[in-house]
């Protein structure tokens, strides 16, 4: 059975105060009427009065004890019955002050949950429940932000969708107005931009597993190196078709334990991105070291390099800095290395002198 917070505080008090009221009952009827008691027969054994004998005392101190006792029934229960008309009206007084915070707590909970995150919950001055508002608080900010993130996520995939459908649409209404012929290099197009939806559906999925709260990493022994020179093997061909030297400086085999799959993907995602802004005539070099426990793969380029500004949301999905404009790629891929690395238990970091200077990223992964 369910009961109100007020009425269980409310009863607590009450219990209390009754429980304190008959222990203090018991107490003063037992020692009162004793002390009393050898006091009246102090009093009486030092009394020479005339016509006083020794056997009247008794009679004297029994009628004296009854009265004695009498009264002090009456006081206790008048004093008992005010303190607790005082205890009910304080005790309504005091829960009430108790539960006004509680109730404010849950309104700002019911604006959170209503999506009004931008409504912190005032702080009461109970320090207990001044700390859980505030943790309220902070979950309403995180929650805040996470909205604005998805609504971001949404206006970003439509502003990378539109530029490829509008692109598709024009051909194909080109084609059925006979504006032009459905030749080999208007197919082209079009196949070239179903290609980049396609990629950008493709990075979205891995997007949505390195921000997920939990990515399962199927982990087993691996070598590290291994890994980046199969990826580098993989992508030589793309980069002997753009004109551009990659160079894995040879290293000893580093093993640990992680997911292969996942970091073959954080390579490709790296090596890549710096063909994409590396011009023909360029220089991508990748080298494997091991540095205070942890594995460092390093990917410098000769390529656009990257500007103050821009170097801080390198790794920020969408983030449409100036090598992005450029490259044209969906602006997902840094994201989802770093995803994966942080999963991993290493990062990301990305340095570079600025715009024409090239850039160095560097994976850091733990070896335990």
């Known amino acids: 059975m369910k009961h109100r917070f007020s009425t269980r505080v409310f009863g607590a008090m009450l ?6 009221a008959a222990t203090f009952y018991f107490s003063i009827q037992t020692v009162a009427s004793t002390l009393f008691e050898n006091q009246v027969r102090r009093q009486a054994g030092r009394a020479n009065a005339p016509g006083r004998g020794p056997n009247s005392t008794p009679a ?19 004093g008992l019955a005010v303190s607790l ?13 108790i539960l006004n915070p509680l109730t404010r707590i849950r309104a700002g909970v ?5 999506g009004r995150y931008d409504e912190s919950i005032p702080e009461p001055p109970v320090v207990e429940l001044a ?9 309403g900010a995180a929650l805040d932000e996470s909205e604005a993130r998805r609504a971001r996520l949404v206006s970003d995939v439509v502003h990378e969708m539109r530029t490829p459908i509008t692109t598709i649409n024009g051909f194909v209404d080109g084609m059925l107005d006979g504006v032009f012929e459905p ?27 390195a921000e997920g709260a939990i990515m399962r990493l199927e982990r087993e022994p691996v070598d590290l190196v291994g890994i980046v020179t199969g990826v580098a093997d993989r992508l030589r061909p793309q980069y002997e078709a753009k004109g551009v030297e990659l160079r894995v400086q040879p290293g000893a085999a580093i093993e640990m334990a992680a997911d292969p799959q996942r970091l073959a993907q954080v390579f490709t995602n790296i090596i890549g991105n710096a063909l994409l802004y590396t011009p023909a005539g360029g220089r991508v070099e990748v080298a494997s070291a091991t540095v205070d426990g942890s594995a460092v793969v390093t990917v410098a380029d000769t390529g656009a390099g990257i500007g103050a500004d821009d170097l801080a949301h390198v790794f920020e999905r969408f983030y449409r800095g100036g090598r ?8 997902i891929g840094l994201t989802i290395a770093r995803g994966i690395a942080r999963a991993h238990g290493g990062d990301i970091t990305v340095d570079s002198a600025g715009e024409g200077s090239g850039s160095t990223f560097a994976v850091r992964l733990p070896l335990g």
């Open 60 to 78: 004297v101190d029994a009628d004296v004890q009854a009265a004695f006792d009498s009264s002090l029934d009456e006081a206790l229960l008048i």
């Open 110 to 114: 019911a604006r959170f949950a209503a």
């Open 324 to 331: 992005q404009d450029q490259a044209g790629g969906t602006g």
């Open 85 to 97: 008309l005082a205890a009910i009206i304080l005790g309504l007084v005091l829960s009430g002050r």
């Open 15 to 20: 219990a209390v105060i009754a429980a304190g």
């Open 131 to 139: 700390e859980l508002a505030a943790d309220l608080n902070t979950l």
């Open 183 to 209: 030749s080999e290099a208007v197919l082209a197009s079009v196949r070239e931009e179903t290609t980049r939806l396609e990629r950008l559906a493709s990075d979205l999925s891995g997007l949505s597993s």
